[in-house]
């Protein structure tokens, strides 16, 4: 849960910081929404069943990956369908948020991993 956290306090300072440097504020901050959501959700039930259940981890993320594909395409297309976002700057706020929390979460996956596997020794 530390984990989330952290990752919700950097990703709303690099918004802040972004509209105070002349970013678009909604189209960011919904940019920044839903990867935030996606990850936070995936890192949250990552943990949890890894700490249960270490075995059921590979299937967990497989349905999870499914589940964000789904999400991620609903979540686009109501932010520039009924919202009515500025395509380019969700876009590429989306884009940048979706990589940085996926890259993060990676390195959290791979650092559980390790945590254990020397708790284990």
Known sequence: MRRVGWS???SLFAWLAATLLGSPGLEGLCGMAGPLLAAAASWVVAERTY???PEGLTSVMAAAFGAKMVFFGAYVAVMLKLLALRPIPFVVSFTAYFIALHL?????LQRLFADESRASR
Not at 104 to 108: G, K, M
Request: charged share 20%; hydrophobic share 65%.
């Open 51 to 53: 700490r249960h259940n």
């Open 104 to 108: 993060a979460e990676a390195v959290a």
């Open 8 to 10: 919700i306090a950097l």
